[in-house]
């Protein structure tokens, strides 16, 4: 069975870049024909999907997003990487990776969640 499990800081400045990790266990990122997405969760408000990279190595992102939004992977840890850049207040949330069969939806196995706090 996969597992998913997101690892990073809990607290970043304004400003700065938000840096996460998920390492996958139980099966690898490059199998097809899945994707890894990462989906956070606002104080109060629903699920909103960032982006994915799929097993090829092919990325999508939210347009909403795309602009700030960075995602990457290394097949030789078995790891997939979120970064968001110039982070406000706004974007604090809990982040969730993710597998699927498609990039933006149907997610099968979730990764416990990471707390990020944007804040001075």
């Known amino acids: 069975q996969v597992q998913l499990q997101e690892s990073g800081p809990g607290l970043v400045k304004p400003s700065q870049t938000l840096s996460l990790t998920c390492t996958v266990s139980?099966?690898?990122?490059?199998?097809?024909?899945?994707?890894w997405s990462w989906i956070r969760q606002s104080p109060g408000k629903g699920l909103e999907w960032m982006g994915a990279i799929g097993y090829s190595g092919s990325t999508s992102y939210s347009p909403s997003l795309k602009s700030r939004t960075s995602i990457s992977r290394d097949t030789s840890k078995n790891q997939f990487t979120l970064q968001l850049m110039s982070v406000t207040p706004e974007d604090t949330a809990v982040y969730y990776c993710?597998?699927?069969?498609?990039?933006?939806?149907?997610?099968?196995?979730w990764g416990q969640g990471s707390q990020v706090t944007v804040s001075s």
């Open positions: 993710a597998r699927g069969a498609n990039p933006d939806r149907e997610y099968t196995d």
């Open positions: 139980g099966g690898s990122i490059t199998t097809a024909y899945y994707y």
